[in-house]
């Protein structure tokens, strides 16, 4: 499956469950990492885990390889690594704190509305 569709499937599993502030960055002219950025915000821990499960779940439902996530059930800060697109889901504050979104800034933002 292309990263263009798994972007597709990692949005709808986060906007399911009502994650804040979704950004998709189209990374390809400007990193070799990756194709797609994705950020998103959880009010607690438990929502970041129920992001978490329910994009590992759409995932299985198209028979994609689960992903690697780096970092621990109680983190919060929580990296999902699917290659060619890489999620990062945190708790609010955390997320202001690292600012991925100014670093990747010269990325193409990407909308599905």
Same mark, same amino acid.
């Given at each position: 499956?292309?990263? %263009?569709? @798994?972007? =597709? *499937?990692?949005?709808?599993?986060?906007?399911? #469950?009502?994650?804040?502030?979704?950004?998709? +960055? !189209?990374?390809?002219?400007?990193?070799?990492?990756?194709?797609?950025?994705?950020?998103?915000?959880?009010?607690?821990?438990?929502?970041?885990?129920?992001?978490?499960?329910?994009?590992?779940?759409? %995932?299985? @439902?198209? =028979? *994609?390889?689960?992903?690697?996530?780096?970092? #621990?059930?109680?983190?919060?800060?929580?990296? +999902? !690594?699917?290659?060619?697109?890489?999620?990062?889901?945190?708790?609010?504050?955390?997320?202001?704190?690292?600012?991925?979104?100014?670093?990747?800034?010269?990325?193409?933002?990407?909308?599905?509305?």
């Amino acid at each position: 499956m292309d990263s %263009l569709n @798994k972007l =597709k *499937i990692i949005y709808k599993a986060l906007d399911d #469950k009502q994650a804040i502030d979704i950004k998709m +960055i !189209d990374i390809r002219e400007i990193s070799y990492i990756a194709d797609y950025f994705v950020i998103a915000s959880a009010s607690n821990i438990n929502q970041m885990q129920a992001f978490t499960d329910n994009i590992e779940t759409e %995932l299985i @439902k198209e =028979k *994609i390889h689960l992903p690697k996530i780096e970092g #621990k059930r109680d983190s919060s800060w929580l990296l +999902i !690594d699917l290659g060619d697109v890489i999620v990062n889901l945190f708790l609010d504050d955390q997320r202001h704190f690292y600012d991925l979104e100014k670093l990747w800034m010269d990325g193409k933002n990407v909308s599905f509305n």
